[in-house]
């Protein structure tokens, strides 16, 4: 069946709901009449306005945002040994004659935020490294001046790099910090600057419960505690210059103190060092292979922090109110996907929406009765100014975001900042009613219903596992970095596929076997090499190549990305301290392909890319690949080459028994690079037949999902300008037209077109 006219579509929703909206004081009117327009059944504060007193008689629901571990410097003043602490550590510094040097420990950290606590027992907490030797330095051998910010080191050697590992005092919040920064409130004579403080503490535990508690009982208008989040921060230091220096927005460096470090030892039985934290100065990030002790450390402070957050949860409940959890600021411990998480009894989740990944991270979370997106831009005057593009940045996050939404959505929408600053662009709020028409279609249209998947399953496979489902390759959030945009777009195109997807780790097959992979039918393994995405050494354990090796020959498939089982550094001869494996690639047979790193230049391969394949079959060659992963070479004289640049394999395929391994070079996102990954999992998975068991579309600017049950498949735009595009499946076959990022609902049953 073939039509070239358009389908009649149901109408957008007309219904209101689902949607919070962010207010202020000051501008009552306006505010009556946009929830009016929109439909708002919540509203909300942000950080650094408040609710305007009407606030009761505007909808359904009221969040109010609140700050466990801040905004009270009251308290903290009074407790200043409560304070939140970090580990951090000096610049390297370099000897260059023997005898004393000295460190300046906040010579790149910005001294408005963090302090040495000198305090503390730094003969046990702090540390001087030579990072020269990589030993240690005794406490003799070096001392902290009187300033409290210089350490001299007595003895140094010429030569030689040093540096100190040191806890420090947390004067200032660090999101709180950069909202004061960003939106200039060092004008603001009502502004302070807000310092943290730990739970840890037993006073300041049984301050914040009776705090949460009283404010419960003041604020009856609130029916959401939307908690900002709990202890916790992620790393956020900023360097002397006053801008952002290290970001991590997984780092668990400051979730530390001494009374938890103490706890910890009591607990598992040996001590944590300043070391463990600091990491040579790369701070654990979710790069690095985990360390057990990093490892322990996660787990026992999500332990408690899960156990501290039901107690306010509770509170919450006790009193008749929701408990929100926003999935940033002061997260660390929280872990959605943990195993403590479900404990907390949390109502629900909302997070910021950056990406397609970020918004499957919020809606994908288990055990919370619904999800909620903060969608982009926020309210802030960095985009809401002349010269800003909201609309385009509003248009862009939807487009993103819409693709994960589809498969699997979001019970809630919303924005966040100052209402004010959205109302001075009017063509934004039309966008805004728009997009929020077709978000409440996605639920609306099919009562609920998911899109069918197709019959292939999915494994992202690296250290982490479960625990960061959706989470691999960030950095901070979703923001671009030049290193990770190779990688991440493998997460992103995932997000907006037809699979299930799951996300497993190394230990899991190293301690499952092939018992772990029974309800998986593609293994993706993607990340540069020695990374905890990659893995690096862990593939020198012959459980873990085995128990692939047996899963793709038995049938399965294997996606290798950029530089995927590779452990460069270790292999080599045996008598060379490597193992005697003869590749960079520890799957290289499963590939067919390995890296070269000049130690087989004798050796020749011949690469002649095929004319045809199922996986490039409908793309037009304009891929984008990301960052050169260096030289691929063909290994197996039955490798199919479909890519090659300056004489290194970009993407190629390649039969391994009854299984199949395909290795793409990277995958930054695009639309054609999600087409490619789409075809590989098909190809690998022996799926080509069923390539069109859930439609599928000729442009892979154009994408759909059907939904069998409602008898509906929705069809949207992720390009910025008109697509047309033939979908096709079960029977059925029609051209559609859209506008510049349109998305439209065609009548479409099993079997025929309606």
């Not at 970095?481 to 996300?503: N, S």
Request: hydrophobic share 40%.
């Amino acid at each position: 069946m073939s039509l070239q006219t358009q389908p009649a579509a149901p109408l957008p929703s007309q219904a209101g709901g689902r949607l919070t909206l962010p207010i202020q004081t000051g501008m009552d009117d306006e505010v009556r009449r946009l929830i009016a327009r929109l439909g708002a059944d919540a509203v909300r504060n942000s950080d650094g306005t408040e609710l305007p007193g009407i606030v009761s008689e505007l909808a359904t629901k009221v969040y109010s945002t609140y700050f466990v571990g801040r905004g009270d410097n009251a308290w903290a003043d009074a407790h200043p040994d409560e304070a939140t602490r970090i580990f951090l550590m000096s610049d390297r510094v370099s000897a260059t004659t023997d005898g004393p040097v000295s460190i300046d420990l906040l010579a790149s950290w910005f001294a408005d935020q963090v302090r040495p606590d000198t305090g503390c027992d730094v003969t046990r907490w702090w540390q001087a490294h030579d990072r020269t030797t990589g030993e240690e330095l005794p406490a003799s051998a070096w001392s902290i001046e009187a300033d409290g910010r210089t350490v001299t080191v007595h003895e140094a050697l010429a030569g030689h790099v040093y540096t100190v590992s040191f806890l420090a005092i947390q004067t200032w919040d660090p999101t709180q910090m950069y909202n004061y920064l960003t939106n200039g409130w060092d004008k603001d004579p009502t502004r302070v600057k807000e310092k943290p403080f730990d739970v840890r503490h037993e006073a300041t535990w049984s301050h914040v419960r009776a705090h949460l508690s009283a404010w419960l009982t003041e604020h009856p208008e609130v029916d959401v505690v939307r908690f900002t989040t709990f202890f916790y921060h992620f790393t956020l230091v900023y360097g002397a210059d006053a801008t952002e220096r290290f970001v991590d927005w997984f780092g668990y460096s400051a979730s530390v103190s001494v009374p938890a470090l103490e706890a910890f030892e009591e607990e598992y039985g040996y001590r944590l060092t300043a070391e463990d934290f600091v990491d040579a100065g790369y701070y654990n990030n979710p790069f690095r292979m985990p360390s057990p002790r990093f490892r322990d450390w996660i787990s026992f402070q999500s332990r408690f922090v899960a156990s501290r957050a039901k107690g306010l949860v509770d509170i919450a409940h006790e009193a008749g109110r929701e408990a929100m959890m926003f999935l940033g600021d002061n997260w660390i411990g929280m872990e959605p996907y943990g195993p403590y998480f479900p404990s907390i009894k949390m109502d629900a989740v909302v997070g910021s929406v950056g990406s397609a990944a970020t918004c499957r991270m919020i809606s994908d979370i288990p055990g919370v009765r619904y999800t909620e997106g903060r969608f982009l831009p926020y309210f802030f005057p960095d985009v809401f100014r002349e010269g800003g593009d909201p609309l385009g940045e509003a248009n862009k996050s939807w487009r993103t975001a819409r693709r994960a939404i589809v498969r699997s959505p979001l019970d809630r929408m919303g924005y966040g900042g100052y209402l004010s600053l959205a109302l001075k662009f009017p063509e934004f709020i039309d966008r805004v009613e728009e997009i929020l028409a077709e978000f409440r279609s996605l639920h609306e249209a099919t009562g609920g219903e998911k899109p069918a998947c197709a019959p292939v399953r999915v494994a992202v496979l690296n250290a982490w596992g479960k625990l960061r489902t959706w989470q691999t390759h960030m950095v901070a959030h979703a923001l671009w970095y030049k290193q990770i945009h190779t990688y991440l777009g493998v997460i992103e195109a995932l997000a907006g596929l037809p699979f299930d997807v799951r996300f497993m780790s190394f230990d899991e097959v190293i301690e499952g076997g092939t018992e772990a992979l029974e309800d998986v039918d593609v293994v993706i393994n993607a990340g540069a090499a020695n990374t905890s995405f990659s893995g690096g050494q862990v593939w020198e354990d012959l459980r873990l190549q085995d128990t692939l090796r047996r899963f793709v020959a038995r049938g399965g498939g294997f996606i290798g990305i950029g530089q995927p089982t590779a452990s460069v550094g270790t292999q080599g001869n045996a008598d060379r301290g490597g193992i005697c494996r003869g590749s960079v690639f520890a799957l290289s047979d499963v590939l067919g392909v390995d890296q070269e790193i000049s130690w087989s230049l004798s050796k020749d391969h011949y690469e002649e890319p095929v004319s045809e394949h199922f996986i490039t079959a409908d793309l037009d060659g304009d891929y984008i690949f990301g960052e050169d992963p260096g030289d691929v070479v063909v290994t197996d004289s039955t490798t199919d080459v479909l890519v090659m640049d300056r004489g290194s394999v970009r993407a190629s395929a390649h039969d391994f028994c009854a299984g199949r391994g395909v290795y793409l070079a990277g995958l930054t996102w695009s639309t054609a690079n999600s087409r490619l990954l789409h075809r590989a999992i098909m190809w690998a998975a022996h799926a080509e037949d069923q390539w069109e068991s859930v439609l599928s579309s000729s442009n892979p600017d154009v994408e759909v999902a059907w939904y069998p049950e409602s008898a509906l498949a929705f069809v949207y735009n992720d390009a910025d300008a008109p697509r047309s595009s033939e979908i096709s499946g079960q029977g059925g076959q029609i051209l559609v037209e859209l506008a510049a990022g349109q998305g439209r609902w065609v009548e479409w049953e099993k079997g025929q077109l309606l």
